[in-house]
């Protein structure tokens, strides 16, 4: 096997997972359903291109926690509405759930992507009281791709871009068989055409580079992150690179058993498993926190 070949596999989930076309179909018929079954508010728009919306499953209560979740498709493809019944089942749970869209490459650049979703944050933080959530307990989780642009939003400089009063825009965030190094992406040939980037870009571009790493997270960040068990070895060796670099920030790590890099997804909808519960306890962990810190400095006053 070659280089290219081994990067392909390790990096490419549709050649290990033979029924991954079955898997998504699960998800547009389960999403169908989810959407006729709850109040959602569907492509709203957060910036002036028709890629540029998002889809909202706002909780029963008003000032909820509010999640929002970017998918993947190695920034060239999917879409939200395969991932209402994800929506659905935060909502169920009393969490405002918001589901993000953006451009392709290689028709816009992966920089502009990150634009995009760094606008449709701004967007959220600036609206998303009008839709049931709260914009002081805003969350982000992403998946593949989207686990790539979650983790990046952890490195914006949010105080200065929105004038916040010493606060954590993003409460935290749940990354979810995520890719943080873009190098080896600019060597394996089922992606590396339509990123369009090239090696020393792949690096500045990345999460963490591990040829010049640099903590660039912003204050305070908290990290979880989980990987399927049956996933490539490219991407157990991306939440290798959290581990050993973001070892402050990255609260909890784990490994799903029998889960692969789609059927993941199915655990994120599924309430009663690890991986769902686990993102309630990550809410809850720091929306405690939030209330701690707020009553120390009232006692300080």
Known sequence: MDSDQALNLAYNPRLLVADHQEVMARWWIKSAQARQDSICQLDIPYGSSGFETLD?????????????????GYWRGSDKSEYSFIGKALQDAGITAVLLNYAFVPKVSLPTIIEQITNAIIWVYQHIEEYSGNQEQLFLSGHSAGGYLATKMMMIPWQELLQLNDQNLLQACFTMSGLYDLEPLTRASFIASDLGLTSSQAQSLSVINPSNPKNTLSKNATVYAAIGNDEGQG???????????????????????????????????????????????MIDSQLKNQIKNRTGSLDSC
Request: contains cysteine; aromatic residues 12%.
């Open 56 to 72: 909202i499953f706002p909780a029963k209560e008003r000032h909820a926690p509010t999640l929002l979740f970017i998918h993947g």
């Open 235 to 281: 991407f157990h060796d991306q939440q290798n690179l959290l581990k050993r670099y973001w070892p402050d920030a990255l609260v909890r790590s784990f490994i799903l058993q029998n889960c692969n890099h789609f059927t993941i997804m199915d655990e994120l909808g599924d309430k009663d498993s690890l991986l769902f519960q686990a993102v309630l306890q």
